[in-house]
């Protein structure tokens, strides 16, 4: 009997850009995983490596990923195809991820590291640490896929590329995924939660309310499919390290070093700056007395100015020379321009790809959705950040149906659709922002132009 092909929901993973990004880690990869962000070759041995690395390679070209083309494809590229896989379900997950939760990786472990310093500066001296894991390790795959918002039909082709990741690296983004339902429970409940991987952290301030935090994640991670274990407590006074459970207050990454696209951009907006360049940095001159800032060039790949900030000639031809787009906007941040460098060949052909998103209906729902998901995460991000900090702040149920609502985006065939995705989620956001601020400050929802009160005012501020 013949089994029918499955094909893959994650199109994504075979474009040629994606697998050409997955020979660039296979061939810079570390040979110990727990030293670097940077995933290990997979178990390519030195000579199909050396194929990866020839002068003429080209990346295959997938027409889909399906258990066909699994079954022919040859070693290598199978571990290009599940290096492409690992890193768009690594994509996924990244933007899934409510406050409080971190990659696994060395940045991510700096990040949980600084998360739960900043709860203890707080006054949140009592501490518990535990493990977690999804109960029934078979399940991990789909688990993992239904939270990405991934058919259970891609299970399969997971399972067998995850064979040809040695270590299991696929596995262990699902299992790390399969765990979402449980973070977003437990921020949206307000509780100091933090989680990478499998290590978890809960803080309070005062005993009694670490034991009730703890008793409502294990709860929880049973409701979910997982189990909380080595459950340890311990309060620490401000004469003891937190280095005692495992915590490096002191940990820090270079400012130098940049985490992401996102940490690229230079954005300016306080009327008065002026931005310069000298010795090799991007120089930001805050008007009165504010002290300046300072980025590598290297660290810039664009900048944003918003207002009447000031560009010196010499940062200008830099841009221009070295291919960084400076976008002005306004003070109410409508666009007004770019500056271009001439030997900037791409920008023809982006232009070209945005005239011919126009006329296409698909990827453009498609963009519109990313759009308003990224918009309706930011907000339910600011919900939980609130409630972590004020314990009469309740905004699980509101979070969790955003979190739903967002993720019904993926089905959208309409604009129409989209925008109305867009409005029930802004309607549910501020009514939860309206429960957050104090009792005697007005706050009915939003309105602008003009503002009808003082938290209107404000936002509309920025």
Known sequence: MTTPATASSLREATSLEALTR???RLLTAHPDPTSS?????????????????????????IAALDTNTLT???????????????????????AERPHGTYDDTLAGRDAFSRGVVEDYDHGNHHLA???????????????????????DADAPIIDELARASDPNLIVSVLADAALLDLDRYATGRGLLYSRVGTTLMLAAPNEQR?????DTVAAAAINTGARLTDVTTQYIDKEKALASIGIDPWATRSSDEPTGQADRILYVG??????????????VDAPGSLPATSVPKNSVTRIVLSGNVGL????????????????????????????????????????LAQVALTGDHERR?????????????????????????????????TTARMHAWRRSLAGTRTLDEVMGIEGVCSNAYFDALAGCVPADVTFDGRSRRPPRDLPNAALSYG
């Open 22 to 24: 997955a020979r660039r």
């Open 129 to 151: 640490r535990a493990t977690i894991r999804v109960a029934d390790p078979g399940l991990v795959t789909r688990a993992g896929l239904s939270t990405l918002n991934l058919p």
């Open 312 to 351: 010196s000639a010499g940062a200008r031809s830099w841009a221009m020379r070295s291919g960084v787009d400076v976008v002005c906007l306004s003070r109410r941040g409508s666009y007004q321009g770019t500056l271009i460098g001439a030997n900037r060949g791409a920008h023809a052909s982006r232009i």
């Open 72 to 94: 022919t494809a040859d070693t290598v590229t199978r571990a290009l195809l599940a290096e492409s896989v690992r890193e768009t379900l690594e994509r996924r997950l990244t």
């Open 37 to 61: 962000d940077t995933p290990m070759s997979g178990s390519l041995i030195d000579e199909q490596l050396r194929l990866l690395a020839a002068s003429d390679w080209v990346p295959p070209r």
């Open 270 to 283: 306080r009327d008065g700056a002026r931005i310069h360049v000298k010795a090799g940095r991007v120089l």
């Open 210 to 214: 670490l034991a009730d935090a703890i």
């Open 365 to 397: 729902v498609r963009l519109t959705a990313s759009l308003i998901g990224a918009k309706i995460r930011g907000q339910i991000h600011v919900l939980t950040r609130i409630a972590r900090r004020d314990e009469t702040v309740h905004v699980a149920d």
